[in-house]
Each structure stands twice: as C-alpha cells, then as structure tokens.
C-alpha cells in the first residue's frame, strides 16, 4: 500500500498561498514555476485537492479553454477534489468531486492509486483532515525564500513534536526541502517509531 504524501511549497512565514489565493509568489522564485525533480513526489498515483486549490489551477492556466494544460501537472492520473459545490471538469481530465470526510472516501482514493503513493496537493486544511483521520504518512515542505505576511497557512493543524519525525533535510536551488514522517497515534517516542511505510492501518 503507498503512501498518503502532503507534498507542498510554503512562504517563510509558513503560508502556501497569498490573501488572494495566488501562487504567484512562487512563480516569481527562481526554479517555482518549473520546479526541480526532487521536489516532488516521485510514486504518486492519485492526486488531491480541495476546491479551492482546484479552481485557482483552472483559472491560472485557462484550462477550461485549454484543457490539454491539464496533463502539464496533472498527467493521466486520477485527480480527486473534495468540494461542497459543483465545479466544472476540464475535457478529458480524470477529476473525481467528492465530498464529505475524508475517512468516507479514503478506500476509493487508495483504490485509484493501485498501490502507488497519494500526494496530497492542497490546501492546507484539507492535509489536516487527512491528519486528523490518522491517513497521513509524510508532510514534505519546499520552503521559499519569500514572507507573504498572511494567507493561507501551510497546515491549520496543532501537531506536537511526537507526532513528527524529520527524515531528511536539504538544499534544492533556491529551496529549503524538509520532510517528515508523521508518527502513528501511540507512538510516543520518535527515536523508537518506524520511518518507511507507515500507512494509515498502523494510526488505527
């Protein structure tokens, strides 16, 4: 079983997206609007957005128009948006709306996925929720050299040390990348807890 990966870009100051919702910022970063591989997921077979994140990616490359932008980011995979709303689906994409917790929807993601990593694209409260149903395996962060001074935080999530296990830290380009390992619930000591295929049956 893969994974489940919130794998994001984040200010300084700790926000993914401005107050307007805009990634602009990052595209302004030497490497942010075509980024290294190392800083992505390189087994992910689903994506994950919320709505907001989804409807800003339509809107910034004119996908609706264009909908062979689509396969730019997203590729073949099936891309799941949890929303609330009807949302327009560009011609040809795999995009799946879903709603309610995301427990319900958990065994349909992984499905997709046919044992392939999930990355969790955003927003940052929508990792949270995945956090919070115990489904959430890793947070990786490319942190840029740039404070927004508000926005969208990076993770609307109070989580204790105990829970988080630094896996690796390092330099790409202009980016500081961490990743942590999320530590199971129960697991108390981060020194003892298992850092490889930690899945969401070991959380339960």
């Given at each position: ?200 049956a070991d959380a339960a």
């Amino acid at each position: 079983m893969g994974r489940i990966i919130f794998d994001t870009a984040s200010s300084l100051d700790g926000f993914i997206a401005d107050g307007a919702n805009s990634l602009s910022w990052l595209f302004a970063v030497d490497g942010g609007d075509e980024p290294d591989a190392s800083l992505l997921p390189e087994n992910a077979g689903v994506l994950v957005e919320g709505s907001t994140t989804y409807e800003w990616v339509l809107a910034e490359s004119d996908i609706l128009a264009h909908p062979e932008r689509w396969q730019e980011f997203h590729g073949d995979r099936p891309t799941f948006v949890f929303t609330t709303r009807e949302l327009p689906r560009p011609a040809g994409a795999d995009v799946r709306f879903v709603s309610g917790p995301v427990s319900d929807v958990l065994a349909r993601i992984r499905e997709a996925a046919g044992g392939h990593d999930v990355w969790v694209v955003g927003g940052g409260d929508l990792a949270g929720q995945f956090f919070d149903a115990g489904a959430l395996d890793q947070i990786a962060v490319s942190v840029a050299p740039v404070t927004l001074g508000g926005g969208a935080p990076l993770l609307p999530r109070r989580i204790e040390s105990d829970r988080l296990s630094l896996r690796s830290a390092e330099r790409v380009g202009a980016f500081a990348r961490l990743v942590y390992d999320v530590i199971p619930f129960g697991w108390r000591d981060a020194r003892s807890a298992p850092t490889d295929g930690l899945v969401a049956a070991d959380a339960a």
